[in-house]
């Protein structure tokens, strides 16, 4: 429900509302988690981008098709467990759910190797 105060319009604080708490997906306070996971210090929405850019990386680099090279699945499981430390199997989805969309091939290599971290299974 609206605040009938903010019927007119929001008093927009960044990216929340200073009258009715409500929220908007803009002008967010980003504070870094990780090196590629910032957080949102008014009302916690996760960036996670440069997560999925920094795997997108790794998985093109290797030669063959659809498997991510052996020397980068260290760093994959690792950035896995990160992922499930600070924000569990929601934040780690949503880093698979986008990095699937820019490399459909290799959405099951990394399904894999992030098989038993946290909650993660490969039933995803
Ligand atoms: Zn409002
Ligand atoms: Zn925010």
């Known amino acids: 429900m609206m605040n009938l105060k903010c019927l007119f319009g929001h008093r927009w604080h960044g990216c929340k509302c200073n009258r009715c708490n409500k929220t908007r ?63 569990g199997i929601s934040l780690m989805t949503g880093v698979y759910g986008m990095f699937s969309q820019q ?3 290799h959405a099951r290599g990394l399904n894999e190797l992030w098989n038993g971290i946290g909650e993660w299974n490969d039933c995803i």
């Open 103 to 105: 490399t459909p091939i």
């Open 25 to 87: 997906d803009k002008e967010h306070r980003y504070v870094s988690m990780l090196e590629y996971v910032k957080i949102c210090s008014v009302c916690g929405k996760k960036d996670y981008t440069q997560a999925v850019n920094l795997l997108v990386t790794y998985a093109v680099r290797g030669d063959e098709i659809a498997r991510f090279p052996i020397s980068a699945m260290e760093k994959v499981i690792e950035i896995g467990k990160n992922l499930n430390d600070i924000g």
